[in-house]
């Protein structure tokens, strides 16, 4: 069969999908080890069979709801690519906010930085690669989830970074930082998005907290002002309609300069806070 035929009869079975003329693209890309542009520039060549049985395979995982970053095992972030599997949320672009912000309001000279619930390290690689002088610790308390980031961290040739398993703040007690970064667990529990669609695939645990989406952000907040020396920075992503409540959990637990940074589409998305 052609590529353009192969294509055309994916895309219908993509039904689930928002994007399915991209999903099968990216997978047929992926079979074949060439760029989506080749699929578009030679739609006549053929595939063989075994290409085809190994497209077949990875068509009837996404047709069951498995993410596309999780059946090509990365996903962009930031310039570079990241290796990312089943032991990892897939960083979102939204997030990249958070590395903005980061890079905006704090010094280009040598400082000390912890990203908490690392994950696949997409924070921690980001800031590391911007900012070769900062010394960067990355903790989570997976440690399938910080092989991930080891190994996306040697990918990269980046040495200004530590790696630690932990349980947030705990994991790097006694330190005296610069700043703290975090995009911890922020959606509610009971939420029914978690059991729809691509979600369904990421770890829970990385993605949902109790006391509805705010139990981790309250634990980091409140055990950050030990290890933040005065005048330092926090920057935590949240959830749209989280700022609020963030807020005030950051003004109870006894910082200033507090507020609430908007993504790209207009949504409260990471609020920053200094003790």
């Known amino acids: ?24 693209e990216i997978l047929l890309a992926q079979v074949l080890n060439k760029s989506r542009e080749f ?21 009837e995982q996404r047709a069951s709801g498995q993410p596309i970053a999780y059946l090509t095992g990365k996903q962009s ?3 570079f690519e990241l290796k990312v599997n089943a032991d990892v949320l897939i960083p979102r672009p939204e997030t990249e906010l958070l590395v903005e912000l980061a890079l905006e309001l704090l010094p280009e000279n040598p400082i000390e930085l912890a990203d908490l619930g690392t994950g696949s390290g997409a924070i ?9 002088q ?44 610069d700043a703290i970064v975090s995009n911890p667990p922020y959606v509610d529990k009971n939420d029914s998005h978690i059991s729809q669609g691509d979600l369904r695939f990421e770890p829970l645990v990385a993605l949902a907290a109790d006391d509805p989406g705010m139990a981790d952000l309250k634990v980091i907040a409140r055990q950050a002002r030990d290890l933040l020396k005065p005048g330092a920075l926090i ?23 507090i507020q609430t940074h908007k993504d790209l589409a207009g949504l409260d ?3 920053q806070a200094r003790k």
């Open 39 to 59: 699929l578009l520039t030679w739609p006549e060549s053929k595939l063989d069979q075994a290409q085809l049985q190994a497209f077949e395979q990875l068509l």
């Open 269 to 271: 998305r990471i609020s």
């Open 235 to 257: 920057l935590l992503e949240h959830g749209y309609q989280q700022g609020p409540a963030v807020r005030q959990v950051l003004e109870q637990s006894g910082y200033n300069d």
């Open 77 to 79: 972030f930031w310039d």
């Open 134 to 177: 900062w010394q960067i610790t990355a903790t989570d308390y997976s440690a399938d989830a910080l092989n991930v980031a080891r190994s996306n961290a040697l990918d990269l040739h980046l040495s200004n970074l530590t790696f630690i398993q932990g349980d947030w703040c705990k994991a790097i007690s006694g330190r005296q930082l």
């Open 124 to 132: 921690a690689l980001a800031l590391a690669k911007e900012r070769p």
């Open 1 to 24: 069969m052609q590529i353009r035929q192969v294509l055309q009869q994916a895309s219908s079975r993509l039904l689930h999908s928002d994007t399915p003329t991209l999903d099968a």
